[in-house]
């Protein structure tokens, strides 16, 4: 199994400013990916990030509003840039690991964008 | 593509009622199967999973079979409490470092 933290736990942010998320987890793992979930909706795959190489994003997503960084195998960072009052919802990192890659999850940023 | 089709909630049952949730899939090959719970306010935690056919997935009194024929994974519970109320996610992986298809959860409400 993995155990996965994140900071902030959530925050309240205003228009057109940036947010940066930290995800650590206390094992090395060879993927991260990053979610969101919309309120009362399931998660949608915002990118996967692979150590020392660019994050692979999902339709719909680019780098420039969702940059991620992954400078080693236990940590990346999610920041939304120039944030609207939709990009306000859960954003989860989430690992690979166990025999059969079962997918674990931190435990999530709530955001609520002004 | 792979898709995960589970029923729609809100589920409210009563407390000590039986539970069951559907869930079917659609993918190519042979997936292994997941069922995830997030309770209010929280991360999504691994529930059970089932990595081949016929394989039954259990933990904490919740049980699903993997059944090819149908195409389905569903979640049962013979006897639910109010700490189970949650949202429960349906998910398939076609395995290695392939994308996990999620459903779009049901949310279950147990009331005493």
């Known amino acids: 199994s993995a155990v996965i933290s994140q900071k902030p736990s959530r925050d309240i942010c205003q228009r057109g400013t940036s947010l940066t998320i930290q995800c650590q987890v206390d094992s090395q793992v060879t993927m991260m990916f990053w979610y969101r979930q919309q309120p009362g909706q399931s998660l949608t795959l915002i990118a996967t990030a692979n150590q020392g190489s660019e994050a692979t994003y999902e339709s719909g997503f680019v780098i420039d509003k969702f940059p991620i960084s992954r400078p080693n195998l236990t940590f990346s960072t999610l920041t939304v840039s120039n944030m609207s009052p939709e990009d306000s919802s859960i954003y989860l990192c989430s690992v690979r690991a166990g025999s059969y890659n079962e997918q674990f999850f931190g435990p999530g940023t709530r955001l609520t964008v002004l | 593509g792979d898709s995960v089709t589970q029923m729609e909630g809100p589920v409210t049952l009563s407390e000590e009622a039986f539970l069951t949730i559907n869930c079917t899939y659609t993918?190519?090959?042979?997936?292994?199967l997941f069922w995830y719970v997030q309770y209010p306010g929280e991360g999504l935690q691994l529930l059970l999973k089932?990595?081949?056919?016929?394989d039954k997935g259990s933990n904490k009194g919740f049980e699903a079979t993997y059944r090819k024929e149908t195409t389905s994974f569903h979640l049962e519970k013979g006897s639910v409490q109010v700490s189970d109320s949650a949202v429960y996610f349906c998910?398939?992986?076609?395995?290695?470092?392939?994308?996990?298809?999620f459903g779009t959860g049901t949310k279950l409400q147990v009331i005493p």
């Open positions: 089932a990595t081949k056919a016929d």
């Open positions: 998910a398939l992986t076609g395995g290695g470092y392939q994308k996990v298809t």
């Open positions: 993918a190519t090959g042979y997936p292994s």
